[in-house]
């Protein structure tokens, strides 16, 4: 079965730029989203079709997907988006990567 | 604005089926660009998801929990159900339902429900 691999933890300090990392055998051929999730929420979709913003998600955030990973990328990082993130895509079935917890401190 | 509702007993006995719906609202539950799915996560755990329903009836489900799974949809009332058969702790979770937008293959889901906590015990 198709596996999506995501480091456990990442860190990153208020207004810098934070990277978390999903990967995939040829991960470049399937399309990819990412999900934030706040403690207590449901997750919210943040990046669509590897690279695409849904209405309402700031700008900080972006997407890109080549070779075997797909990177989540989310500038100028403020406080309310730690969280932890998701990334998914499809291979036969819907497949969801371990989730990064992304604090900002 | 679209909004999924699930609802559903919060607590089940072992051995026995967890049964829940979602039911939608603001929004039409037979577009044929959308699926409808369910998504569960463990306490202190990831995303898992379970499987989908297109609203005329297509199913298609994860490998491990197919042989326990089924979801079924009312397009009359805007709802969708799931039904997971002999429980077990490891089946105590948040359930989520949620929409997937669907290109030449299922994509993403784009809105969710606000979850509902299942524990199984005795």
């Known amino acids: 079965s198709y596996e999506l691999t995501q480091p456990p933890s990442a860190s990153v300090s208020p207004g810098q730029t934070a990277s978390i990392t999903c990967s995939g055998d040829?991960?470049?051929?399937?399309?990819v989203c990412w999900y934030q999730q706040k403690p207590g929420q449901s997750p919210v979709l943040v990046i669509y079709q590897d690279s695409r913003r849904p209405s309402g998600i700031p700008e900080r955030f972006s997407g890109s997907n080549s070779g075997n990973t797909a990177t989540l990328t989310i500038s100028g990082t403020q406080a309310m988006d730690e969280a932890d993130y998701y990334c998914q895509a499809w291979d036969s079935t819907v497949v969801f990567g371990g989730g990064t917890k992304l604090t900002v401190l | 604005q679209l909004q999924l509702q699930e609802s559903g007993p919060g607590l089940v006995k072992p051995s026995e089926t967890l049964s829940l719906t979602c039911t939608v609202s603001?929004?039409?539950?037979?577009?044929?660009?959308?699926?409808w799915g369910w998504i569960r996560q463990p306490p202190g755990k990831g995303l898992e998801w379970i499987g989908t329903?297109?609203?005329?009836?297509?199913?298609y489900y994860t490998p491990s929990l197919k042989s326990r799974v089924s979801i079924s949809v009312d397009t009359s009332k805007k709802q969708f159900s799931l039904k997971l058969s002999s429980v077990t702790a490891a089946d105590t979770a948040v359930y989520y339902c949620a929409r997937q937008i669907v290109g030449t293959t299922p994509l993403y889901f784009d809105y969710w429900g606000q979850g509902t906590l299942v524990t199984v015990s005795s």
């Open positions: 040829k991960l470049e051929d399937k399309y």
């Open positions: 329903i297109y609203y005329s009836g297509s199913t």
């Open positions: 603001g929004g039409s539950i037979t577009i044929g660009s959308y699926h």
